[in-house]
């Protein structure tokens, strides 16, 4: 990484926390406390990249009417241990899902798969009417704070993914080339001790695509293990290749163009990697300008 920093990355790197130390005389860029940096000057817009291909928006899918009797009713819940999975039902009943509030109805009720049994709130969030966002931010399977408040990327690990959006122009109440939709791969806290298995990443994946057909995003931020391995799907050769050696590329997930890096949580346990972070984030910020 050059150490010839422009405005816009002095500012990105304070947004994010990241110490920088120069050889030189020049001022050391120190982190500034949470509040205060809600009060710091803007970010300039960063100058357009032509480096890479701009990428074309997903089509949306006709939206085809559902029979009522293959619904799950809203609050029904299973009994512990169901692991009983209706691909069906799930794929059906998204497809005549419009609105935001009918498609966070529909995965509250979800039973598809044994995820379900031991969550106390879905964290798939839509606004109504739903809004473009050019950024969607794709994390891991819920944490207990996720789970418990029913949205992703909360508590401290919120936090600091809203500085990284604001260091990039972009918040998650925005729209545009300034919104940003956060998600996570699986929309139910898997059980204590133990990791979502393939076929329930696969049998939570409609909802993304739903999410995905509604957002319409311009670049997908894939952020930890599961994320990245849902993202990369087309990409076999690559998936399963460690963090480091996936960074830097870009991918492709469903035609939309998908920068990997760091979660949140796991930069808040090893900030030495916030650096590498802010380089993905720079990676993703030329994809949207160019």
Same mark, same amino acid.
């Given at each position: 990484?050059?150490?010839?920093?422009?405005?816009?990355?002095?500012?990105?790197?304070?947004?994010?926390?990241?110490?920088?130390?120069?050889?030189?005389?020049?001022?050391?860029?120190?982190?500034?406390?949470?509040?205060?940096?809600?009060?710091? $000057?803007? &970010?300039? =817009?960063? !100058?357009? %990249?032509? *480096?890479?291909?701009?990428? @074309?928006?997903?089509?949306?899918?006709? /939206?085809?009417?559902?029979?009522?009797?293959?619904?799950?009713?809203?609050?029904?819940?299973?009994? $512990?241990? &169901?692991? =009983?999975? !209706?691909? %069906?039902? *799930?794929?059906?009943?998204? @497809?005549?899902?419009?609105?935001?509030? /009918?498609?966070?109805?529909?995965?509250?009720?979800?039973?598809?798969?044994?995820?379900?049994?031991?969550?106390?709130?879905? =964290?798939?969030?839509?606004?109504?009417?739903?809004?473009?966002?050019?950024?969607?931010?794709?994390?891991?399977?819920?944490?207990?704070?996720?789970?418990?408040?029913?949205?992703?990327?909360?508590?401290?690990?919120?936090?600091?993914?809203?500085?990284?959006?604001?260091?990039?122009?972009?918040?998650?109440?925005?729209?545009?080339?300034?919104?940003?939709?956060?998600?996570?791969?699986?929309?139910?806290?898997?059980?204590?001790?133990?990791?979502?298995?393939?076929?329930?990443?696969?049998?939570?994946?409609?909802?993304?695509?739903?999410?995905?057909?509604?957002?319409?995003?311009?670049?997908?931020?894939?952020?930890?293990?599961?994320?990245?391995?849902?993202?990369?799907?087309?990409?076999?050769?690559?998936?399963?290749?460690?963090?480091?050696?996936?960074?830097?590329?870009?991918?492709?997930?469903?035609?939309?163009?998908?920068?990997?890096?760091?979660?949140?949580?796991?930069?808040?346990?090893?900030?030495?990697?916030?650096?590498?972070?802010?380089?993905?984030?720079?990676?993703?910020?030329?994809?949207?300008?160019?």
């Amino acid at each position: 990484m050059s150490l010839d920093l422009d405005d816009r990355q002095r500012a990105m790197l304070q947004e994010m926390g990241v110490r920088v130390w120069l050889p030189s005389a020049e001022p050391v860029l120190a982190a500034a406390p949470a509040k205060e940096q809600a009060t710091q $000057a803007r &970010v300039p =817009t960063p !100058p357009p %990249a032509a *480096t890479l291909a701009a990428p @074309q928006p997903t089509a949306r899918v006709p /939206a085809q009417a559902a029979p009522t009797s293959a619904r799950t009713p809203v609050g029904a819940y299973p009994d $512990a241990g &169901v692991t =009983t999975t !209706p691909a %069906a039902v *799930t794929a059906l009943d998204l @497809q005549g899902l419009d609105s935001g509030s /009918a498609l966070r109805q529909s995965a509250a009720a979800c039973r598809a798969c044994g995820l379900c049994s031991g969550r106390k709130h879905t =964290t798939l969030q839509l606004p109504d009417p739903p809004v473009q966002a050019d950024w969607l931010v794709l994390g891991d399977p819920p944490d207990a704070d996720e789970d418990r408040l029913g949205q992703p990327f909360v508590e401290q690990t919120g936090v600091l993914l809203d500085n990284m959006l604001k260091a990039a122009g972009a918040s998650r109440n925005g729209q545009g080339r300034q919104g940003a939709h956060l998600s996570n791969v699986v929309k139910c806290r898997p059980p204590v001790g133990r990791l979502p298995q393939a076929s329930e990443l696969a049998q939570c994946a409609p909802f993304l695509q739903r999410e995905i057909e509604t957002v319409q995003p311009k670049v997908i931020l894939a952020l930890g293990r599961f994320a990245v391995q849902l993202a990369l799907e087309e990409h076999p050769q690559d998936a399963a290749l460690p963090l480091d050696k996936q960074r830097g590329r870009v991918y492709r997930y469903r035609g939309i163009p998908v920068v990997v890096s760091y979660h949140p949580t796991a930069l808040l346990r090893t900030s030495a990697n916030k650096a590498k972070a802010w380089a993905d984030l720079c990676l993703a910020l030329d994809v949207l300008e160019s």
